[in-house]
């Protein structure tokens, strides 16, 4: 993947990624935060009733997802999360420095965190990240909630084949 990315303010103010070389953005330009709380959040997140909860995302390309789902645990003092997230091309911390959302609580630690180790991020959240290709990495057991946040089938159709997309029903 071509590494120029381009800072775009979506409808909801929040900003997304482009990607020209995919002519692909990371998030909906209807509103990069409005879709991750409707699609991850409202839809996967509350919809689990569990005191300790393990999502895999696929693609934590800005780490929003992460991000959010970091908020709405620590708005539930109970609720404890195991977050492990894989990705194959890191935004470079440049980068998400210059997102709008960058200088929320949390949003930086995310990044900051260590790569192939688990980070306790606050009380409520750790998080993991693994660095590669989601046909490559052992994907943990155990999980409650899968974000699969991968690029359009035509453009990254590695990511959506049958074998993978059964593998995480399995989980």
């Not at 997140?45 to 780490?63: D, S």
């Not at 290709?133 to 590695?158: R, S, T």
Request: glycine share 6%; with cysteine.
């Amino acid at each position: 993947m071509n590494n120029e990315k381009i800072i775009e303010i979506t409808a909801d103010g929040s900003h997304t990624l482009f990607v020209p070389s995919l002519n692909e953005h990371y998030h909906s330009i209807n509103g990069a935060i409005q879709e991750s709380e409707h699609v991850f959040i409202e839809a996967g997140l509350r919809r689990i009733v569990k005191e300790k909860i393990r999502i895999f995302e696929v693609g934590f390309g800005t780490g929003l997802n992460a991000w959010l789902t970091l908020r709405e645990a620590e708005k539930q003092a109970n609720r404890k999360i195991q977050y492990y997230a894989v990705e194959a091309y890191p935004l470079t911390l440049e980068e998400v420095r210059k997102l709008n959302y960058a200088s929320e609580n949390y949003f930086l630690s995310l990044h900051e965190a260590c790569w192939e180790q688990p980070v306790q991020i606050t009380s409520s959240f750790s998080i993991c990240k693994l660095l590669g290709d989601c046909n490559e990495i052992k994907v943990p057991g155990n999980i409650d909630l899968v974000y699969f946040d991968a690029f359009a089938p035509d453009k990254q159709p590695e990511m959506w084949n049958q074998e993978i997309l059964i593998g995480y029903m399995r989980l």
